[in-house]
């Protein structure tokens, strides 16, 4: 990077906040998908003065910019792919402004991490729901710009669900409000909704105003083990649309079983076809044991052989041990993980998972699943043994037949990941051209000289 | 309109689905305004192919379109500002397409009204919540466009909560998809969520994909009566921060209480400073018991002096008589009401009763409020005298007063009618010059020739 802009940079954030030494540029060029992309120099903006003057001077100098949480996004969403400069929000822009008791609401920066905000709020007896798997270490903004989902969403939506409002810098450096802290609000376009999603390309998001629920006394879990896993896959959305709504409703295949009783020896029951895990919850002991009886009872009716109720906490982790440990325990199929996050409506579940044990077999390379779907959201894992080139390919062309299942089944390429690079070239799959030159149409009108991002979402 | 795209349109829609003689743009020139604009035409299209030929057609020409559903806004989104076209939506497309019982999800086109759809749900055993004030003849198109909420907003949400995917007509005529009938799906912009609340400026809405709950077994309401309306409102806040959700908690305060008594002697305690009703809901009878406990030690603990739980639906009814009531009631104070649904952070409710009681002693106006306090959303309707030039003037000064003392609070112009035209010339006190220019350059990426409604949202 020319030494005229890092001069520039250091005058606005100060010396110690930009580095274009070869340490740090390495430090900032990977993310979860584990690719590499070096920037040209990484900042560590103070407030969003500093960005918007960052902004301003990029777009004159038509400087690309990759805004960057925790860079644990599995997409490439935080990846510098054209270069520039990554601002790195994590370091100064991580404060909880305001937990708000009197509207349930928590003002916070980009760089705040999620569990971190669940503890303050849980503190006071509040609840903030989305828990994507990254929860431990992901960012708020991050989590916004990717719309985070997780376990919960089957009963508390997603990201965008809590979203009251946003500040953010435009490109051209100018600072925008989008949304209140108001349940209703509709004056203007609904810029919060867009900028949601949007996975660090229309602007850089620099405060978030989330709504807070009150949290619930109680909750309790359970698991059902069935003999296959289109049992499961039915009992899932006919227990959805009984009347009952838990909090979650997770699955594992055979595979993901087998993988974790290998590695774990818990007594899992590794002939079952799939097990199904939830959890319930509510303020009353009456709530908790009229939504367990209506599950018990939809999961025998679709041919659960097995039911059981956590008694107490202890019983309860170890419920939920086996799926905690899936992601990491599948590994012993192959080194190298496809690793997927597609989304159907709940009722096509079970001809989604059909079709990937077809695919499976055509290609003769394991697909282990697990995943939320409670909400339709299914981890495909294509487990391949990465430096065989052969099955690396039969790995990939794997995963395109399972996106374009997926399509063809109503659903979505990506129900919590973001497209980023990793899903980019599969774009059009799913869209249109009138679509993505829709999206296009987007990315301009918010940000002409293209300097936020670009690359990203195959636009 | 030129007899050559007269001839056009009839060719594409049929004869019998175009008129442009007097009685049709007359019927067609107004909405729930009172103000009126004549169209050049109006058209009745049967589907979205004919709407995409249309707007490919009108996009060439130069010709305005408007869409209207039921024409019920309160801020003109469905007025033919600039002449041109009225493409009227509730003719033919207004079928339910599907009620998804398996994922519990509706697809309708834009025309159905929305209790309809609310009859149709709720006799398969499910719940669509938005319950704007126009339901029994607004359409689901509008609700959309607008954004609609209603009373149930405080626990469910308002319409974009419940829209998961949306079919439309871009102004260059090509048809779009947004969003899935999953709760997750984060590939691609969110386009449905920048449609929502857009007023028709954007895009054709052709077919909306709704989730559906299943409908709580029980409800209950109760009223609380309180010696003063910031009291009153104090209780509002505290008790929704309580860790009780009720899906309403309205409010009637002193003069329209008296409204209402005067007009239906029903026995309303007319020196109240102010009546709080609230309905609870749930599946089991310890819930709603629990919930009404916790509100009604809210209330007594923020000066409520008399609390009644009805007993039956005819109790029910009486209580709710009121607040249903108010708005034609109200109109003992002045033949002319201009009517706001500004909305403030629930906490912020206390000061701005307050304000708004010392901008009505200022310009010698009455301004009864009632509303939806649940949210912070407040009907504040100042009530003059129509054929007085003074009065009238001086109600219009006091409602920018009003919007002021909103935006202070951390308010919005409109909670849910819109911005339209009636609230167009006040974008300027709520949004800054780069929020506005921002929303002029999202308007440009979905609609270069501005040639659909335009001139609305101040734009």
Known sequence: MKSLH??????????????????HLLAYSYDATKNHYEPD?????????????ILTYCNENKII???????????????????????????HMNKILEIDMENLVAVVQPGVINMDLQRVVEAKGLFYPPDPASQDYSTLGGNVSENAGGMRAAKYGITKDFVMALRA???????????KRTIKDVAGYNVAGILIASEGTLAVITEITLKLLAKPKLSKSAMGVFPTVQKAMEAVF????????????????????????????????VDAGAILITTVDGNLDEEIINQLEIIENSFFNNGCSEFKIAKDKEEENDLWFARRNASQSITIYGSKKLNEDITVPRSKLPALLEEVDKISKKYSVK????????????????????????????GHDAIVEVFKATVKLGGTLSGEHGIGLSKAPFMG?????AEMELFRSIKRAFDPNNILNPSKMGL
Chains 1, 2 share one sequence.
Do not use: W
């Open 6 to 23: 890092v001069e520039f940079f250091k005058s606005v954030v100060g010396a110690e906040n930009v580095y274009d030494d070869k340490a």
């Open 41 to 53: 120099a990484v900042i560590f903006p103070r407030n969003e003065e500093e960005i918007s003057k």
């Open 65 to 91: 910019i990759t805004p960057r949480g925790a860079g644990s996004g599995f997409t490439g969403g935080a990846l510098p792919a054209d270069g520039g400069i990554i601002l790195a929000l994590e370091k």
């Open 169 to 179: 810098v435009l490109p051209n450096g100018e600072v925008i409000r989008a949304g």
């Open 238 to 269: 006919k227990t959805m649309a009984s009347g009952v709504t838990p909090v979650a409703m997770e699955f594992l295949d055979n595979l993901s079983i087998r993988a974790v009783e290998q590695k774990f020896h818990k007594g899992l029951p």
């Open 367 to 394: 697909i282990p699943c697990f995943g939320h779907t409670g909400d339709g959201n299914v981890h495909t894992n294509v487990m391949v043994n990465g430096s065989d080139e052969k099955e690396l390919k039969a």
């Open 429 to 433: 799959l799913a869209f249109s051209d």
